[in-house]
């Protein structure tokens, strides 16, 4: 996914500091972006043991 999309669907949320030369832009997860850190943190447990279980076969 691209950072626009991740901003449109409210995953992420993005603030623009003109202050900077050039200007600094950075992004944090949303409230909604991290209810899916859990999520992601099971699927990352999921697919190393996966992988160890394949690498010993």
């Not at 626009?4 to 993005?14: A, V």
């Not at 603030?15 to 950075?26: L, N």
């Not at 999520?39 to 160890?52: F, H, K, P």
């Amino acid at each position: 996914m691209q950072l626009k999309q991740l901003e449109h669907d409210q995953i992420i949320c993005k603030e623009v500091d003109r202050t900077y030369v050039p200007i600094k832009t950075s992004y944090h997860l949303s409230p909604l972006g991290q209810s899916l850190v859990p999520l992601i943190r099971a699927m990352d447990t999921w697919s190393r043991d996966y992988l160890q279980i394949v690498a010993n076969n």
